[in-house]
């Protein structure tokens, strides 16, 4: 029940930088986790970073020292910091938030790496 907002997609050039951040509002429950996921086209959606209210952090493999994902429990947010983009990176992120009352996703927020 959880209303979910991302921002800060855009296009970018290989190596370049994008900073992406998730809003939750509404019902307060209990969050168990928060994280980013990505979906380009003709792919399966799949999990880029993931972030606990303890702060321990989960990432794929394939960004894995260029994302860093981190959060502000107070502020109910959490944000995407991605360097050394690929254009393999292109895909629509979006943010997922799941807590005792269920799963609630953002409308997704595009990412295009091009030169």
């Known amino acids: 029940q959880e209303q979910v907002v991302e921002s800060g997609g855009g296009l970018v050039h290989p190596g370049g930088s994008l900073r992406l951040s998730c809003a939750a509002s509404?019902?307060?429950?209990?969050?168990?986790?928060m994280g980013w996921f990505r979906q380009a086209p003709g792919k399966q959606r799949e999990l880029v970073a993931s972030?606990?209210?303890?702060?321990?952090?989960n990432y794929a493999d394939s960004v894995k020292g260029r994302f860093t994902i981190s959060r502000d429990n107070a502020k109910k947010t959490v944000h995407l910091q991605m360097n050394s983009l690929k254009p393999e990176d292109t895909a629509v992120y979006y943010c997922?938030?799941?807590?005792?009352?269920?799963?609630?996703w953002g409308q997704g927020t595009q990412v295009t790496v091009s030169s």
């Open positions: 997922n938030v799941a807590g005792t009352a269920g799963t609630s």
């Open positions: 509404g019902r307060i429950d209990t969050i168990l986790i």
């Open positions: 972030i606990t209210p303890s702060g321990k952090e």
